[in-house]
C-alpha cells in the first residue's frame, strides 16, 4: 500500500471518521450522558452529519428490559405474550418489486414462528426472508411505553402534523432475523431520522445527499442494492465511479444512529457477534491482539535491522508494506477504542487478558505516534 492510498483510506468505514475519496465524512460517536442538544443542533443536525448515540442513552428503555433476554437475542415469548395477535406487515427480502419489496399482513405469533423456523432451518425456508417492517406498534398500542424519545430527536415536524389529525405517523419498529435488509433509498421527503438498535447488530451504508446520483441507471432510478456488481456495467450505471463509497457503520444493540436529511441508505441485519463468527470476545481480543502484535513486530525487526525471515509471518507483512501494517494498526486501534467502551466486553474477566486490552492500545498508539499517525 502506498502513502497516497493511505491517507485516503486510513479512516474509511471506521466509526471514528469515515473519509470517502474526495470528500471528507466524519461520523462522531457520542458516548457522554450529558451530550447536550445544542451540541447535537450545531455539531450534527445543521451540518447534516450522521452520528451515533452509545447504549447509555438508552440504558432505561422498557423495550432493551422486556423485549431482550439474557443472552442478548430476541425474548419471543415476551413478544408473543403483548403483541401475539396484532397484525403486522411482513416483507420478503428475496423478492424485488420495483425498488421494494412485495408486502403481506400476517399475525405476529405467525410471525414469530417462522422466525424460529428459519433459524432452525439454518438461515433459509420456502416462505422466503421475511422481515417484519414498518409496523406502527406505537399508534396501535399507545399503552406500552417500550422507549423515550431522545431530547435530540423531540422536534420533528412530520410527526408532530401526522398526530395532530390523527392519520398516520412514522414511528415503526423493525424486526427480522440475519439477512434480512432494506433496500437503498432515502426516507420521506428526504427528512431526517433517528433509528434505535434494540436487539442484534445491524450494518448502515450510508451516501451523502448528491451521491446517490452516481448511483442511478440510464434511466435515473436508483439502485437497488448498492453491494451489487450490477454497478460495475458501464452501460447500465453510467455515472458510477469506483471511489462511490458508502459510509459503514456498525449499529450495535442499544445504539442510536442519527440519518440526516437526504442521505440514502440501504440498512442489512447481521446477528450476534458470537453466532455470527464463532468467536467470543475474549477470541476477538486475542485475534486483534495477534494480528497487532505480528505489525508491530515488523517494525521492530525492521528499526533494528534484524532478519524479517525470522518473525512468523514477516514475509507476508513485508509484502503488504510499512503502510499497511501502520494501517492495520490504526485500524485494530479504532476497533480497540470501541471494544474498551462495549457494555458486554466490560462485564468480562479483564484479568485474564494479558495484556489488558488499554495497555495494547497504549502500545499501538505509541507506534502510530512515532510514525506521525
Ligand atoms: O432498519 C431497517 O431495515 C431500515 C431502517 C430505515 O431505513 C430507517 O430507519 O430509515
Ligand atoms: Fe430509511
Not at 9 to 32: A, F, M, T
Not at 180 to 200: K, L, R
Not at 299 to 325: D, V, W, Y
Request: proline share 6%.
Amino acid at each position: 500500500m502506498d502513502k497516497r492510498t493511505f491517507f485516503l483510506c486510513r479512516n474509511l468505514n471506521s466509526l471514528k471518521s469515515g473519509e470517502s475519496p474526495g470528500r471528507l465524512q466524519h461520523v462522531d460517536y457520542i458516548d457522554e450522558p450529558d451530550f447536550s442538544y445544542s451540541c447535537f443542533f450545531e455539531n450534527c443536525l445543521i451540518p447534516n452529519q450522521p452520528c451515533v448515540f452509545s447504549r447509555r442513552f438508552t440504558e432505561d428503555w422498557n423495550c432493551r428490559k422486556y423485549w431482550v433476554t439474557q443472552d442478548g437475542k430476541p425474548n419471543f415469548p415476551r413478544l408473543l405474550q403483548d403483541f401475539g395477535n396484532a397484525l403486522v406487515p411482513v416483507a420478503d427480502c428475496n423478492i424485488k418489486e420495483y425498488n421494494a419489496n412485495p408486502k403481506q399482513t400476517v399475525p405476529l405469533k405467525d410471525y414469530l414462528s417462522y422466525w424460529e423456523e428459519y433459524i432452525q432451518n439454518g438461515y433459509s425456508s420456502s416462505r422466503g426472508c421475511l422481515y417484519l417492517k414498518d409496523w406502527h406498534m406505537h399508534r396501535e398500542f399507545p399503552g406500552h411505553t417500550v422507549y423515550k424519545i431522545p431530547v435530540f430527536f423531540q422536534s420533528d415536524w412530520l410527526n408532530e402534523y401526522w398526530d395532530s389529525i390523527e392519520v398516520d405517523d412514522y414511528r415503526f419498529v423493525y424486526m427480522g432475523p440475519k439477512g434480512t435488509w432494506t433496500p437503498f433509498h432515502a426516507d420521506v421527503f428526504h427528512s431526517y431520522s433517528w433509528s434505535a438498535n434494540v436487539c442484534g447488530r445491524k450494518r448502515w451504508l450510508l451516501f451523502p445527499p448528491g451521491q446517490e446520483d452516481c448511483l442511478r441507471n440510464c434511466h435515473g432510478d436508483l439502485v437497488y442494492d448498492v453491494t451489487s456488481l450490477t454497478l460495475l456495467d458501464k452501460m447500465k450505471y453510467p455515472k458510477y465511479v469506483s471511489n462511490c463509497q458508502p459510509i459503514e457503520i456498525i449499529q450495535e444493540a442499544g445504539e442510536v444512529i442519527f440519518v440526516p436529511s437526504g442521505w440514502h441508505h440501504q440498512v442489512h441485519n447481521l446477528v450476534i457477534m458470537k453466532s455470527c463468527t464463532g468467536i467470543d470476545y475474549k477470541e476477538f481480543y486475542t485475534f486483534l491482539k495477534t494480528i497487532s502484535k505480528n505489525r508491530i513486530a515488523y517494525f521492530n525487526t525492521r528499526a533494528e535491522g534484524a532478519a524479517l525471515s525470522k518473525i512468523n509471518n514477516m514475509s507476508t507483512l513485508q509484502t503488504l508494506g510499512p503502510h499497511h501494517c501502520l494501517f492495520d494498526l490504526q485500524q485494530i486501534s479504532f476497533l480497540l477504542e470501541g471494544l474498551i467502551i462495549n457494555e458486554d466486553f466490560k462485564k468480562q474477566d479483564h484479568c485474564s487478558f494479558i495484556p489488558l486490552p488499554e495497555d495494547l492500545l497504549k502500545e499501538i498508539k505509541e507506534v502510530l505516534v512515532y510514525y506521525d499517525i
